[in-house]
């Protein structure tokens, strides 16, 4: 079985603050991936990052990084300098034996 | 290259009644996912299709929901007969291969009222 838990529920912030979104898994699987997900007002969920089980590298691509720990099985997201435009529900989600699954989402408000 | 499409966009229905979803996946892609999303909460997996063969059909209540792959490619979400709870958004996606290393790609969803 697989799960995936998003603690925060909504998290509201002030222009160019950074928003750090949390993301626990559970897998038995030892070769999995795991993604954010973005899903604007208009609804339709956006691809935003991907990392495979076997590379805790982190890194940052423009105003987003990730910081995944293996040890505590957390994959977490961060927005740099958040704009309004980043306001919108973020999903975590975990790939492993064929199936994909997401966490309840966590809410970003980005107030100007 | 075209995204993943869904009609209708919106569907309103009274409880008993009987609805169809369609979804176009992007060309090429072999697997075709199909999540029902309620109002605050994540999506969650109701049937996933490798090509034209089920792969995970565990969370699809069989009783009243089909689902069916056309040729690999097209796919249609049935409810029959159709209760409140089913009021949700349902998402189709796709995704290039088989694994569990390659990211789905979303249609736009179809908002479903049950009155």
């Known amino acids: 079985a697989q799960k995936v838990t998003q603690a925060q529920t909504e998290i509201s912030v002030v222009e160019k603050e950074d928003v750090t979104l949390d993301c626990v898994y559970e897998t038995r699987d030892t070769t999995y991936y795991l993604f954010w997900y973005k899903q604007p007002p208009s609804g339709e969920l956006v691809f935003l990052i991907r990392r495979n089980s076997f590379d805790e590298q982190n890194e940052i691509s423009g105003r987003y990084s990730w910081n995944f720990q293996k040890s505590t099985s957390s994959f977490n997201f961060t927005i740099t300098a958040s704009q309004v435009v980043d306001s919108a529900v973020y999903f975590c989600?975990?790939?492993?034996?064929?199936?994909?699954?997401f966490g309840a989402g966590t809410t970003v408000t980005v107030r100007a | 290259e075209a995204g993943v499409a869904q009609s209708p966009r919106y569907k309103i229905i009274e409880k008993r009644q009987s609805v169809a979803f369609w979804c176009n996946p992007i060309?090429?892609?072999?697997?075709l996912y199909w999540y029902q999303q309620i109002l605050g909460q994540g999506p969650k997996l109701l049937i996933q299709f490798q090509n034209n063969g089920v792969v995970d059909d565990s969370q699809l209540p069989k009783d009243r929901f089909s689902a069916e792959r056309l040729k690999g490619v097209d796919s249609t979400l049935k409810i029959q007969p159709a209760k409140l709870e089913d009021s949700a958004v349902y998402l189709c996606?796709?995704?290039?291969?088989?694994?569990?290393?390659?990211?789905?790609?979303f249609g736009q969803g179809t908002r479903l009222t049950v009155v």
């Open positions: 060309s090429g892609h072999a697997t």
């Open positions: 989600a975990l790939s492993a034996d064929y199936k994909l699954s």
């Open positions: 996606a796709s995704s290039l291969g088989a694994g569990s290393f390659t990211e789905a790609f």
